[in-house]
């Protein structure tokens, strides 16, 4: 399609989308992006973020946590550790998964491993729930 970027974006368990857009925004490991159509190709690594794309005049959100993303002139692919779609997110449960990753967080003496595992879980319940507050935006 003419001026149209095809977004597929795989995670281990599915495939999430497949579909014809306008224009992809997603969270590098070395910064933010954007595409449009005839991008430069390249090959990045995703780090925990929001990616959003537009298509005809509305804009969509996934919440996505690692991964990779090549970028062609005409098409994205992402494969992602995980991805969840706004409408999908449970944010009962992400608020849950906050609360724990904050009691753990809070503990002196929580080994390291645990520290750093909570600080991630942290970081995607935060997402999740940013991504999931755009609905009908």
């Known amino acids: 399609m003419e001026n149209k970027i095809l977004l597929e974006i795989v ?12 224009e992809v925004t997603a969270p590098g490991t070395e910064g933010e992006f954007g595409v449009l159509p005839g991008h430069t ?4 690594t995703l780090k ?8 005809d005049n509305a804009t969509k959100y996934i919440a996505v946590s690692w ?5 062609g002139p005409s ?11 706004a409408e999908e997110i449970d944010t009962k449960r992400a608020e849950e998964a906050r609360a724990r990753a904050l009691a ?4 002196k003496d929580a080994e390291e491993s645990q520290f750093k595992l909570a ?13 999931a507050g755009r609905i009908g935006k």
């Open 67 to 71: 991964g990779y993303a090549e970028v």
């Open 41 to 44: 190709p390249f090959l990045t």
């Open 104 to 107: 753990i967080l809070a503990k």
């Open 119 to 131: 600080e991630a879980t942290l970081e995607k319940t935060m997402v999740r729930m940013q991504v």
């Open 11 to 22: 995670t281990p368990e599915r495939a999430l989308i497949k579909e014809w857009v306008d």
């Open 48 to 55: 925990i973020g929001e990616i959003s794309y537009k298509k």
């Open 75 to 85: 098409q994205v692919t992402i494969l992602a550790e995980a991805a969840e779609i």
